[in-house]
């Protein structure tokens, strides 16, 4: 029986026209559609912590603390296995499929959280909503990276995982209206809450169908001069008189083309070729996973335990620290392609560390009022949200095109299930200690952690700014050619 993993070899300018196109409306269609996953998640995510004290009303559903950190443990766990299955199929089948199917479990599953009758089973259906969304991760990131320029590729991106925090403020704004009970009695409000997200996925779909499958996916799967079409007809759209670049100014890619790659070939890849990039990966995800999930799945509660701040409030002081989130990646976003990703990845995970080191300090001395806690966070993750995206910028870029989505379900499902997946729990647990002192010590971890992705990235980063992905890590099929 023939090896299925390789086929004939052929010469593309495939990357080299991609990476060469002015920016268009047809790459805001690409951002607009897909970085729609990431407005879901921030939704996703925000529900559940302007939540959390509500659904420990009898009420509601009745949980404890602990269940609230738990719920938000089984949302990342769901998130982890989706990743690692939807990962390795988007490898395998294209990643335009995958775009389909993972927002519809998103949606499916969302829906069902909205008619949760108790603990166990609102903590499923939050698991299958995290697996959707932790399959969108894999499928959407190595799709951004392979449709956009490379010379706007570092902006682009973060700018894009940055929408994660629209979907914040959209759900820090809802929170306020649909807890009111002006407006619609608690037992009902938290469930309409959900059913923002079903919508927004149904909004989403609609937009997804005209994403065309990567183009650089396609040429090393054997479809080449179905690759050419789609670049030919975006090119005929952004421009009057498309050129096809000659030899001389950008090189061909040269690969072997495949159906699959096989498992010893991503483990070699991972595991022994690029090691040192796979530790990069792994740090850059675990430290942000846990800084971000350990402070904000559990906000909600700090505001409510520490400052006594009313469970119907609690979106408002979410809004504006969303709100910083969001503007993080787009004002600094440029400077991850101009003054470099090592420097930018390096100051943002470091500064991030040390504000928040400050700022524990000062609520552990009793200073901090909420108004002035919130303009604290604010601050430090209008900086720790670039930090964040830069890490999914950085595992999508610095892997082999043929393991790329699974390289990212990898290190997301790793960094996720060891900085991510025990920090709620963790957290709610302290927090339903009451001790001020607990709480100050997980603040000093966290700030740690991120201190020390600094030191690793500063030490083994990868410069990835204005290069072509082939150019960053060459195609596993261009082996020997």
Sequence with gaps: MPDMATGETIESYVPARLDRMPWSRWHWLIVVSLGATWILDGLEVTLAGSLGGILTRRETLGLSDTQVGASATFYLAGAVLGALLFGYGTDRLGRKKLFFITVAVYLIATGLTAFSWNFASYSFFRALTGAGIGGEYAAINSAIDELIPARLRGRVDLMINGSYWLGAALGSTATIILLDSRYLPIWLGWRCAFGIGATLGLVIIFFRRWIPESPRWL?????????????????????????????????????????????????????????????????????????????????????????????????SYLLPFALGNVLGPLLLGHLFDTIGRKQMITATYGLAGIL???????????????????????????????????????VSEIFPLEIRALAIAIFYAIGTLAGGVGAPVLFGWIIGTGSITALFIGYLVAAGLMILGALVEAWIGVPAEQRSLEDVAAPLSSRGL
């Excluded at 400052?307 to 609690?314: A, D, I, L, T, W």
């Excluded at 700022?359 to 009022?369: E, K, Q, R, V």
């Design 356 to 394: 928040l080191a400050v700022t524990a300090c000062l609520f552990h001395a009793g200073i901090l009022t909420a108004q002035t806690q919130t303009l604290a966070w604010t601050v430090i993750f209008f900086i720790a949200s670039a930090a964040a995206s830069s890490a999914y910028l950085t």
């Design 219 to 315: 040429m090393i799967h054997g479809r080449n001069p179905e690759a050419e079409q789609i670049v030919g007809e975006v090119e005929r759209t952004i421009t009057t008189h498309p050129e096809t670049p000659s030899a001389h100014d950008a090189p061909p890619t040269r690969i072997r083309t495949r159906t699959h790659t096989p498992w010893s070939e991503m483990w070699n890849a991972i595991v022994h070729e690029h090691r040192r990039r796979s530790l990069l990966s792994f740090v850059l995800m675990l430290t942000q996973a846990f800084f971000y999930n350990a402070i904000f799945f559990t906000y909600a509660l700090v505001l409510i335990r520490f400052y006594s701040v009313p469970e119907k409030n609690v979106g």
